[in-house]
């Protein structure tokens, strides 16, 4: 019987565990949702861009093709956050959810290296449409100053975005060194236990760390 109970407590603080992680798997799952929808967005409005504008005859070659290129860039770096959030809401669940034993972790950490990437094209894409606003104007507009103007607004709207990011993220930046995952590591347990008993302390630690390496083999 108390053999049982033994196992029934290893099973107890891996399932545990496995919640925790779990809560940073949702976590990454809700963000590449999230700006999978707006990339999705982005990338139909650059290819209407492409589809639906009418770019005149008598406007110079460079002037076109840049519009082409830039619009081009945008579409497909909005595309590649589309797909890259997808296939992250899908696979890292699915692997977490219906791999062997052990592939929490990995799916959680392919999933904070992979979003990255997904966030980076989100961005870029989002420079590059606005430099397609801006050609646009020149392709469109046949007075100067129109043009110019409408440029200087684009990138007065560009600028006010990078400010209002930058202090976002500064409000909300946490030093790498203090980052919190789900990974339970056993020194957390000896560094806690202050006044209590150090044998069961360590026993509890030396439980969590064959629990951890399981997870992660």
């Known amino acids: 019987m108390l053999y049982a109970d033994k196992r029934a407590l290893e099973t107890n603080l891996k399932v545990n565990l496995l919640a925790i992680r779990e809560k940073?798997?949702?976590y990454y799952t809700q963000n590449c949702l999230a700006v999978g929808t707006q990339s999705a967005l982005l990338a139909?409005?650059?290819y209407s861009g492409l589809t639906q504008v009418a770019i005149p005859h008598d406007r110079s070659y460079p002037l076109k093709l840049a519009y082409l290129l830039v619009t081009t860039t945008a579409m497909?770096?909005?595309?590649?956050?589309?797909?890259?959030?997808?296939?992250?809401?899908?696979?890292?669940?699915?692997?977490?959810?219906?791999g062997p034993d052990g592939s929490m972790h990995p799916a959680v950490d392919g999933m904070m290296f992979e979003y990255r990437t997904a966030y980076y094209s989100?961005?870029?894409?989002?420079?590059f449409f606005h430099f397609s606003a801006a050609l646009f104007s020149w392709l469109i507009y046949v007075h100067w100053l129109v043009s110019f103007s409408v440029t200087l607004f684009i990138i007065f709207s560009l600028w006010l975005l990078y400010r209002y990011a930058q202090r976002v993220y500064l409000r909300f930046q946490l030093p790498k060194e203090e980052v919190v995952t789900g990974r339970f590591l056993s020194e957390e347990v000896l560094q806690s236990a202050q006044g209590a008993d150090q044998d069961?302390?360590?026993?509890?630690?030396?439980?969590?760390?064959?629990?951890?390496?399981?997870?992660?083999?």
């Open 44 to 46: 139909g409005f650059a």
């Open 24 to 26: 940073e798997l949702n």
């Open 200 to 217: 069961e302390q360590r026993n509890l630690s030396s439980l969590i760390s064959k629990e951890q390496m399981q997870l992660v083999t």
């Open 122 to 127: 989100f961005v870029l894409g989002l420079v």
């Open 76 to 98: 497909c770096f909005e595309l590649i956050a589309v797909l890259n959030t997808t296939l992250l809401s899908m696979m890292g669940p699915g692997l977490a959810l219906r």
